[in-house]
């Protein structure tokens, strides 16, 4: 067998546990309820469940809800339904918020060790007094203030004396330090704000920084998994739970996941959604979880993605055809099979009884075991592609051709006697006959084609609407633009098809399962489906064209 190599963050846990350093390891994923998951989130949880599953420890989901404002039930929802969708169980579900009153006492703590002091500056001040990379900030003189006076005035900002903007707290480290994030930074600000688990209990609240690493070390967790952009904010995290004396969390970064084509930051997908570019978080083509459920993506190809991408220590970007590629190796294994027609040419099999009708046994899918078969109905009147059939074909054309043959899959060989054109002089029928001795499974014709196309009979086909789709943006790399990412917006990112007709056996099509339309791609039943309209959405083409 294959000796599956370990990552870096594997390499790290690995080494701990040898040392003896944990005994069983703990990680969480983190999300803001701000918005929807997408696809880099769903790196992280890969990434965060992965290695407890594997090493054996446990993973919390925690909502990092300490921004009253941006916060909604909702989300929490949705984002637990999509950890779910993926795979995973979490062993505790948790909130920051749970945290408020502990992280008050936390504050109250350095405040007492005369590391935190209530400031009175406005920003403006604050900004000014920070310095910069190569000049060190300036001390004010609130930074002198007493333990009592700062115990005193952080109660106060507490219980609602003070109104938004006017205090906060900070921490007491060196306003000369060379990374600027440990430049006394703001711990706790005033917000007068309702929020989403506790009302109106509290009107300050804790910055990320102050909320984050203690929330880890609360939940004892062993491997704090984020983001490169959190490198720097590393030096703070350790400080405070050095000066907390708590449970020594340690936090490692990977670099996060950016795809080509691909928009991934919730605020600007929520401005597609309240803009309305897209018909909602879970359109098809949105990079969300939800989205990419809708179209027909499956978990399955998503861990596999994960899995190949594997955890980088740098920036890049990772090519959008790698994740179709997943998906379509997955879904050739459990995609049932089935005939659609998306432009079609009525043909006319002239020596087939007219309203007669046989059901032909078709293969679901051969990749599959035991996948089944289907009866197809086949009559004399049936639809095939526009484009398989050609009236001047090139030399090594398998397909229809006037007097040539074709074999319709799982039926009989045809052979095209005549085209009937329209005054305009455009192709509207074609007439063909048929070798009843070439049915498929029991040909005992004798004659050799080297075409195979599908079709549909005309007096049992159902029509459909189809939805295709191509990527939302059109630049590669959306991180990199400097103008507005709206401008990037690829107009023909959906097509819809509503002259596309399949063989009835789709009626039965339900949610959540997955077809390949013979030659056409693979596609799923899309919930704007009603009883008299069936809609498919196009999950991916059978290739990448590119
Ligand atoms: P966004 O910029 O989309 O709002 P975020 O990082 O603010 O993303 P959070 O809800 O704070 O979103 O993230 C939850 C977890 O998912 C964090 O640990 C974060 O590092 C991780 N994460 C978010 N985006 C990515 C990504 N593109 N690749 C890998 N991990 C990510
Ligand atoms: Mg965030």
Same mark, same amino acid.
């Given at each position: 067998?294959?000796?599956?190599?370990?990552?870096?963050?594997?390499?790290?846990?690995?080494?701990? *546990?040898?040392?003896?350093?944990?005994?069983?390891?703990?990680?969480?994923?983190?999300?803001?309820?701000?918005?929807?998951?997408?696809?880099?989130?769903?790196?992280?949880?890969? +990434?965060?469940?992965?290695?407890?599953?594997?090493?054996?420890?446990?993973?919390?989901?925690?909502?990092?809800?300490?921004?009253?404002?941006?916060?909604?039930?909702?989300?929490?929802?949705?984002?637990?339904?999509?950890?779910?969708?993926?795979? @995973?169980?979490?062993?505790?579900?948790?909130?920051?918020?749970?945290?408020?009153?502990?992280?008050? #006492?936390?504050?109250?703590?350095?405040?007492?060790?005369?590391?935190?002091?209530?400031?009175?500056?406005?920003?403006?001040?604050?900004?000014?007094?920070?310095?910069?990379? &190569?000049?060190?900030?300036?001390?004010?003189?609130?930074?002198?203030?007493?333990?009592?006076?700062?115990?005193?005035?952080?109660?106060?900002?507490?219980?609602?004396?003070?109104?938004?903007?006017?205090?906060?707290?900070?921490?007491?480290?060196?306003?000369?330090?060379?990374?600027?994030?440990?430049?006394?930074?703001?711990?706790y600000r005033i917000k007068?704000?309702?929020?989403?688990?506790?009302?109106?209990?509290?009107?300050? =609240?804790?910055? =990320?920084?102050?909320?984050?690493? %203690?929330?880890?070390? !609360?939940?004892?967790?062993?491997?704090?998994?984020?983001?490169?952009?959190?490198?720097?904010?590393?030096?703070?995290?350790?400080?405070?739970?050095?000066? +907390?004396?708590?449970?020594?969390?340690?936090?490692?970064?990977?670099?996060?996941?950016?795809?080509?084509?691909?928009?991934?930051?919730?605020?600007?997908?929520? %401005?597609?959604?309240? #803009?309305?570019?897209?018909?909602?978080?879970?359109?098809?083509?949105?990079?969300? +979880?939800?989205?990419?459920r809708r179209r027909g993506? &499956?978990?399955?190809?998503?861990?596999?993605?994960?899995?190949?991408?594997?955890?980088?220590?740098?920036?890049?970007?990772?090519?959008?055809?790698? +994740?179709?590629?997943?998906?379509?190796?997955?879904?050739?294994?459990?995609?049932?099979?089935?005939?659609?027609? /998306?432009?079609?040419?009525?043909?006319? !099999?002239?020596?087939?009884?007219?309203?007669?009708?046989?059901?032909?046994?078709?293969?679901?899918? &051969? #990749?599959?075991? $035991?996948?089944?078969?289907?009866?197809?109905?086949?009559?004399?009147? *049936?639809?095939?592609?526009?484009?398989?059939?050609?009236?001047?074909?090139?030399?090594?054309? @398998?397909?229809?051709?006037?007097?040539?043959?074709?074999?319709?899959?799982?039926?009989?060989?045809?052979?095209?006697?005549?085209?009937?054109?329209?005054?305009?002089?455009?192709?509207?029928?074609?007439?063909?006959? =048929?070798?009843?001795?070439?049915?498929?499974?029991?040909?005992?014709?004798?004659?050799?084609?080297?075409?195979?196309?599908?079709?549909?009979?005309?007096?049992?086909?159902?029509?459909?609407?189809?939805?295709?789709?191509?990527?939302?943006?059109?630049?590669?790399?959306?991180?990199?633009?400097?103008?507005? /990412?709206?401008?990037?917006? $690829?107009?023909?990112?959906?097509?819809?098809?509503?002259?596309?007709?399949? #063989?009835?056996?789709?009626?039965?099509?339900?949610?959540?399962?997955?077809? %390949?339309?013979?030659?056409?791609?693979? @596609?799923?039943?899309?919930?704007?489906?009603?009883?008299?309209? *069936?809609?498919? $959405?196009? &999950?991916?083409?059978?290739?990448?064209?590119k």
């Amino acid at each position: 067998m294959e000796e599956k190599s370990t990552n870096f963050i594997e390499d790290i846990v690995e080494t701990d *546990l040898k040392a003896g350093k944990h005994t069983i390891i703990a990680t969480r994923f983190p999300p803001e309820p701000n918005g929807y998951l997408h696809i880099g989130h769903a790196k992280s949880i890969c +990434l965060n469940f992965g290695l407890a599953l594997k090493y054996g420890g446990k993973t919390n989901l925690r909502f990092d809800d300490t921004n009253p404002v941006t916060e909604e039930t909702e989300y929490v929802e949705n984002i637990k339904n999509d950890v779910r969708w993926l795979g @995973f169980e979490w062993a505790e579900e948790l909130y920051a918020s749970d945290y408020f009153s502990q992280l008050y #006492e936390f504050a109250m703590k350095l405040i007492n060790k005369g590391l935190a002091y209530v400031d009175d500056s406005t920003s403006e001040e604050m900004a000014a007094q920070k310095g910069t990379p &190569t000049v060190p900030g300036t001390n004010n003189p609130y930074r002198s203030r007493s333990i009592e006076e700062n115990r005193k005035l952080f109660i106060e900002m507490k219980e609602g004396k003070y109104p938004d903007g006017s205090k906060v707290l900070r921490a007491k480290i060196d306003m000369g330090h060379v990374n600027m994030l440990l430049r006394d930074p703001v711990i706790y600000r005033i917000k007068h704000a309702h929020h989403h688990r506790t009302g109106d209990t509290w009107c300050v =609240y804790p910055m =990320y920084d102050f909320a984050h690493g %203690q929330s880890d070390s !609360i939940e004892k967790i062993t491997h704090s998994i984020c983001t490169l952009e959190f490198v720097p904010h590393r030096e703070l995290y350790d400080w405070f739970i050095e000066k +907390l004396e708590i449970f020594p969390s340690k936090q490692y970064e990977f670099a996060r996941l950016n795809m080509s084509y691909t928009l991934m930051s919730k605020r600007k997908l929520l %401005q597609l959604v309240n #803009e309305k570019y897209v018909s909602g978080w879970d359109d098809p083509r949105m990079p969300t +979880l939800s989205g990419a459920r809708r179209r027909g993506y &499956t978990a399955k190809a998503f861990r596999d993605f994960c899995d190949k991408i594997g955890v980088a220590k740098r920036d890049n970007l990772i090519d959008l055809s790698l +994740l179709e590629f997943c998906v379509r190796e997955h879904l050739n294994k459990i995609a049932e099979r089935r005939m659609v027609v /998306f432009d079609p040419l009525k043909i006319v !099999i002239t020596n087939y009884p007219e309203g007669k009708t046989e059901m032909l046994p078709s293969e679901n899918n &051969t #990749e599959a075991e $035991n996948a089944g078969v289907r009866e197809v109905p086949f009559g004399c009147e *049936l639809f095939i592609e526009r484009d398989d059939f050609m009236e001047n074909p090139p030399k090594k054309y @398998f397909r229809l051709s006037p007097g040539g043959m074709v074999r319709l899959k799982s039926a009989f060989i045809i052979k095209c006697e005549e085209a009937i054109k329209d005054a305009n002089g455009n192709i509207v029928e074609l007439r063909c006959t =048929y070798i009843p001795e070439s049915r498929s499974g029991h040909d005992t014709s004798g004659v050799h084609v080297k075409g195979v196309i599908h079709w549909v009979s005309a007096a049992h086909a159902v029509n459909i609407e189809v939805r295709q789709y191509e990527r939302l943006f059109n630049t590669e790399d959306m991180n990199a633009i400097e103008d507005d /990412f709206k401008n990037h917006l $690829n107009p023909h990112s959906l097509a819809v098809l509503n002259n596309v007709y399949a #063989e009835p056996a789709l009626i039965n099509a339900k949610f959540g399962e997955h077809f %390949q339309f013979l030659r056409m791609g693979y @596609f799923c039943l899309d919930p704007d489906s009603s009883d008299t309209k *069936l809609i498919f $959405n196009r &999950t991916v083409t059978l290739r990448d064209s590119k």
